[in-house]
C-alpha cells in the first residue's frame, strides 16, 4: 500500500493512501488512539488558537484532540456535536453536515442545554482535519443558531490545495489529497 509520510508537531507518522471515491484518495489520518500526536499537536495549537470560553469539535476524531487542548487550556467543559440523535438526548438542537470522507448528509447535534451553554460565548471550533470545510461551516452554524460566536477554526492539519489556501483556519500542517489516476499529489 503507498503511504505518506506526515510530519507535523515533531511527531512522524507514515500514513496509508486509501481510495474513498472514484477520483480520489487521501493518505487516512487517524488520530484515535495516538496518545504522542494528539498531545504533541494540543501542545502547539495551543500557542496558537485565540481566547475563547469554550471549545467545540464534531465526533469522532476530533474528540481526542479537543478533550487535550481543553485539559491544557484548564477548560472543565467542552461541546461534542454526535452525528445522530441519540435515544438519551433529552432536547436534541442540530444541523446537516458532508465531509470528504462521509460522502452523505448528516446531522450534526448537541443537547439544548450545551446550546444554552453556548449562547453568547466565544467559541473555537476544534477538529483533527480540515478539508473541504463543510464539517467545520457545520459546526459554526450550529453554534451561531446557538447564539454562540465562532472565534476561530484550529485543526492539526489542513488537506488539499483549497484547505490549505484560506487564511480563516489555524493548521499545524498540510496533507495533500491525490488523484486517482496517479499517487502524484494534486497540490
Ligand atoms: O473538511 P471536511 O471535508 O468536512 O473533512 C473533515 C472532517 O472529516 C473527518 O471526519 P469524518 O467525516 O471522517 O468522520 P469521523 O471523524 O466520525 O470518522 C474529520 O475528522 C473532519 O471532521
Ligand atoms: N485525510 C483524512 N483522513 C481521515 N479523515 C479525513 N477527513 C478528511 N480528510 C481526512
Redesign the pocket.
Known sequence: MDEYLLKVAGVERKLPIVRIADNIKIAS??ILGDTELVEAAAQELKERIPDADYFI??????IPLVYELSRLCGKKRYFVAR?SIKPYMSDPFATE??????QRK?LLCIEKEESDLIKGKRILIV????????????LEALVTRAGGTVVGKA?ILA?GKD?VKRDDIIYLGELPLFPIESSDAIQ
Open positions: 489520518f487517524v469539535t464534531a465526533e469522532a476524531k476530533g452525528k453536515v458532508y465531509s470528504i470522507t462521509t448528516q477538529d483533527d482535519v480540515i478539508s473541504t470545510g463543510e464539517s467545520s461551516r457545520a485543526a488537506e484547505a
